[in-house]
């Protein structure tokens, strides 16, 4: 168990809707990042956010965005959603710093399909 | 551009074989080095990490990975491979403003 949590598990939803998946980090760590996983595309980096504040941005969408609350627990939301936005999506956390030495801890996962 | 690859898809290695998974990259300056490891339906943990000094590391699950850098390369090997073993493996690498940039991943598949 990395300590990070996501929720939900498993999510289905329709195409066009709007959907939020949740991620609360390790304790102590102040950094989270977003990625996509899919069979197609494999692991991307979608956006990291350091104590509130967005620090990095990969490869997301317009239509996705996130945010990180004052304690430190990170939301994803994507909107008008598409068959494509089906996938894995993950968040990790790490302590924060900006050095890049630092270890990565991964949650579960969130599984999105959408119909 | 900055990239990382994992020049296999899958590898196959008999049970109680050495294995080796390979990275090699193309980034500015001297990187750090990471290889995490996915199971099945479950998020990526990490194995290891180079920062500095020996260029030998080793990890988690009896897990080690060679640093060269004069061939730009961050191969994972295991002296003696277990079932267990099987699983999604992932190579990354900072880039020059140490944000990690991933590999598309191996497949590793140890034969009973």
């Known amino acids: 168990d990395s300590g990070v949590t996501q929720t939900p598990k498993h999510l289905i939803t329709a195409t066009g809707q709007r959907v939020t998946l949740r991620c609360s980090p390790r304790?102590?760590?102040?950094?989270v990042y977003w990625y996509q996983q899919s069979l197609d595309q494999g692991l991307q980096f979608l956006i990291q956010?350091?104590?509130?504040?967005?620090?990095a941005k990969g490869n997301i969408l317009e239509r996705f965005s996130a945010q990180q609350f004052p304690d430190l627990h990170s939301e994803l939301n994507l909107s008008s959603l598409e068959l494509g936005d089906s996938a894995l999506y993950f968040c990790?956390?790490?302590?924060?710093?900006?050095?890049?030495?630092?270890?990565?801890?991964f949650g579960p996962g969130t599984r999105l399909l959408v119909l | 551009a900055q990239s990382v690859a994992q020049p296999e898809d899958q590898v196959n290695v008999a049970e109680g074989n050495p294995l080796t998974v390979k990275c090699t990259y193309s980034?500015?300056?001297?990187?750090?080095l990471f290889w995490y490891v996915q199971y099945p339906n479950r998020g990526l943990q990490f194995l290891l990490k180079?920062?500095?000094?020996d260029n030998l590391v080793k990890g988690s699950y009896g897990f080690e990975a060679e640093f060269n850098k004069s061939q730009t390369s961050f191969h994972l090997k295991k002296p003696s491979a277990l079932v267990s073993d099987s699983a999604l493996y992932f190579c990354?690498?900072?880039?020059?403003?140490?944000?990690?940039?991933w590999g598309a991943g191996t497949k590793l598949i140890i034969k009973p």
């Open positions: 990790a956390s790490s302590v924060g710093s900006a050095t890049g030495k630092e270890t990565q801890y």
């Open positions: 304790s102590g760590d102040l950094s």
């Open positions: 956010y350091y104590n509130g504040e967005e620090r």
């Open positions: 980034v500015s300056g001297n990187p750090y």
């Open positions: 180079y920062i500095t000094g």
């Open positions: 990354a690498v900072t880039d020059s403003n140490y944000q990690l940039i």
